[in-house]
């Protein structure tokens, strides 16, 4: 059985990957045949996530695209983040019950 603050866990890497692809896409905007990084976000067997950076096949920016998708992680990541610290209180409540 996989614990909830191990699969919250793993969504918050994946969330700061994307952060990071998107922040560094955001950076590089101006600059002469760049190309991308795109984050694949894909299961771990028995629960989880994780994510990896490519490349785009073709040079160019598309500053909307990583714009919404930096705001996407952060939401993502603040989601995560509040699984974690809400199943952190459940397991300290019920300790405090059965201790």
Same mark, same amino acid.
């Given at each position: ?29 101006? !600059?002469?045949?760049?190309? &991308? ?6 299961? !771990?067997?028995?629960?989880? !996530?994780?994510?990896?950076?490519? &490349? ?11 714009? !919404? ?20 209180n459940t397991s300290g ?7």
């Open positions: 059985m996989t614990s909830i603050p191990s699969i919250s866990l793993s969504g918050m890497n994946a969330a700061q990957t994307s952060m990071s692809a998107s922040a560094f896409n955001i950076a590089n905007l101006g !600059v002469n045949g760049f190309r &991308r990084e795109q984050v694949q976000q894909s299961t !771990v067997s028995p629960a989880g !996530v994780t994510a990896t950076i490519g &490349r785009a096949a073709a040079p160019g920016d598309d500053m909307a695209t990583d714009l !919404v998708g930096l705001l996407q992680a952060k939401n993502f990541f603040l989601a995560n983040l509040a699984v974690f610290k809400t199943s952190a409540t019920l300790l405090d019950i059965f201790g």
